[in-house]
């Protein structure tokens, strides 16, 4: 049971949200895909919610590409926007993220961030 005002922020976002299962007060949502995740990327790199969208967000990106290059392959055109897009247009960007260095980030394990981005003082 979902507490009741919870939803409405993310039922009025104009795009998709992805939830840990389905939310029938959120139209809109989309079931976070954790098996396809986990099967891509050790669960052992997947404990924060930055590492879990990261890893989402690189799982689109290859899917992107692959439809790419078939869409490539086609005799005829079906999607002229996948072709208007190239590889360089794929970028993962991070805003407001707090790594905190004095806390228990600095020093947890390593996650799919880890090649990313360092903590300041964390090496």
Not at 70 to 82: A, N, S, W
């Amino acid at each position: 049971m979902v507490q009741p005002g919870v939803c409405q922020l993310p039922a009025a976002l104009p795009r998709q949200v992805m939830t840990g299962g389905p939310i029938l007060e959120i139209q809109n949502h989309e079931v976070y895909p954790i098996e396809r995740v986990e099967a891509e990327f050790s669960a052992y790199f997947l404990h924060s919610s930055l590492s879990l969208m990261s890893a989402m967000a690189i799982l689109q990106i290859e899917d992107r590409r692959k439809a790419r290059a078939l869409e490539r392959q086609r005799p005829y055109i079906h999607d002229k926007t996948l072709l208007d897009e190239n590889d360089k247009d794929d970028v993962i960007g991070y805003w407001g993220v707090d790594m905190a260095p004095t806390t228990n980030t600095a020093t947890s394990a390593p996650d799919a961030t880890s090649s990313s981005s360092r903590p300041c003082g964390a090496g």
